[in-house]
């Protein structure tokens, strides 16, 4: 997990002798607009988009709203369809998280804990169960 991130791939090369055109959207195929326009946006802008609103704000209650009817939707992840898709990466979501570590320093309450696992927490020590995934012990 602590390894850089490997960069995005700009973009493909072209292949001599073969135009791609342009990719064609709902309208140009003839179909209707989207019947579900509060959709979760996909794609990889929507998967940095939601992973830095988790992080900066709807995040920092999670502890206290996730298992609230009233406030889940808002303070869930919403990462789990981006890490399926591979438009987001775990390195990244963890490297992101671990970044953001110092700020919740400065947050008001309960909000102050960094979540089990980091390392960046002094004292810190990882280890991986096949169960349980990485843990903290000590510190």
Not at 11 to 25: A, H, W
Not at 30 to 35: E, K, Q, R, V, Y
Not at 126 to 131: E, K, N, W
Request: positive net charge; proline residues 12%.
């Amino acid at each position: 997990m602590q390894r850089p991130v490997t960069p995005v791939l700009g973009s493909l090369k072209r292949i001599d002798g073969i135009d791609p055109g342009e990719i064609p959207n709902a309208a140009d195929l003839g179909l209707d607009g989207d019947p579900c326009p509060g959709r979760q946006p996909g794609g990889r802008s929507g998967a940095l988009a939601s992973l830095s609103s988790f992080l900066e704000t709807r995040g920092a209650a999670y502890h206290k709203e996730i298992s609230s009817p009233l406030t889940a939707s808002e303070s869930c992840s919403r990462l789990s369809a981006h890490l399926a898709a591979g438009s987001l990466s775990m390195r990244e979501a963890a490297q992101a998280t671990w970044r953001r570590l110092p700020d919740w320093d400065r947050l008001p309450g309960p909000n102050r804990r960094p979540p089990v696992g980091c390392p960046n927490r002094p004292g810190a020590v990882l280890r991986d169960s096949p169960r349980r995934g990485l843990q903290r012990r000590g510190g």
